[in-house]
């Protein structure tokens, strides 16, 4: 059975798994596994788990741990305390996985020393998913929104380096409850605040004008974000709903204009648009 998962996570992943036996200066067997990068990591903790089943009594493994609960909790510290306990600990932290390897005895006193650590960081801490593309706006210009929401929650809310992270750490599981509730608000609002249209790429050089003179007095009128990237015109704006219809109508306009169609006609075509959006 073992070598037909063997072969399972081989063919699934596309992966090839070498067991290097134990030599005189490796002491333990190894399992190596060969393939690209993503796909390796995949199968590593499908065989990491694989262990755990197998052998429930000498190994557990702890998955998805945040780098900041690596930090704080799987420090020197613990690892010490693991050794003088027999008990063989490995922290994968680009994988955010914690291994361990013991007798049934000692492995059951590291297991409960590792929930209570975890219980403790999740007392005080927790995690949001976030899109990258919205992490500039939390921050806001020179940290000013997220300082006013660590103000607001009295909270440490920090992003990751990648921006699709966020981690409240407060003192205690109200004050932590209660900063996720208004950062998940925050979140809600920004991307509610945003706008996307795909346009045609013909339609690019008028919208964008001479020097960017068309787009920048949109912005400046409106006073909304405006972007492009690729053929989607990107809006980010406070006061949304409004400032969406005046673009609505700019881009119409310019559409329009590429028609050579009246400007009665505009104004026509506009009122049906804005009267459609609001019902």
């Not at 912005?219 to 673009?247: Q, W």
């Given at each position: ?36 990068t993503d796909v390796v990591v995949t199968a ?61 005895t000692e492995l059951l006193t590291a297991k ?140 119409i306009f310019m559409y329009l204009s590429i ?21």
């Amino acid at each position: 059975y073992r070598r037909q998962r063997q072969m399972c996570i081989r063919d699934r992943y596309n992966v090839t798994l070498q067991l290097l036996p134990a030599t005189d200066t490796h002491k333990t067997a190894e399992l190596k596994l060969v393939g690209s990068t993503d796909v390796v990591v995949t199968a590593f903790k499908e065989v990491l788990k694989l262990l755990e089943r197998y052998f429930p009594d000498e190994v557990a493994v702890y998955d998805m741990l945040s780098s900041a609960c690596q930090r704080e909790c799987f420090n020197q510290e613990f690892i010490l305390q693991m050794e003088e306990m027999k008990v063989i600990s490995h922290l994968y932290r680009e994988y955010g996985i914690l291994l361990l390897v013991a007798h049934h005895t000692e492995l059951l006193t590291a297991k409960n020393i590792v929930d209570a650590l975890k219980s403790q960081w999740e007392d005080c801490h927790t995690s949001i998913a976030i899109d990258p593309s919205l992490a500039p706006a939390l921050v806001g210009k020179g940290g000013t929104s997220i300082n006013a929401l660590r103000k607001e929650t009295n909270a440490s809310i920090e992003i990751n380096t990648a921006g699709n992270l966020i981690d409240i750490r407060g003192s205690s599981k109200e004050e932590v409850r209660t900063a996720r509730s208004i950062v998940e608000k925050r979140i809600h609002q920004l991307r509610a605040e945003r706008w996307e249209l795909t346009v045609s790429s013909d339609f690019f050089p008028i919208l964008i004008g001479k020097q960017g003179a068309n787009i920048n007095k949109m912005r400046t009128d409106t006073g909304a974000n405006i972007d492009i990237d690729g053929n989607i015109v990107k809006v980010r704006v406070s006061y949304f709903y409004l400032i969406i219809y005046v673009i609505i109508g700019y881009i119409i306009f310019m559409y329009l204009s590429i028609l050579s169609i009246s400007t009665l006609s505009y104004y026509v075509y506009c009122i049906s648009i804005f009267s459609s959006l609001f019902m």
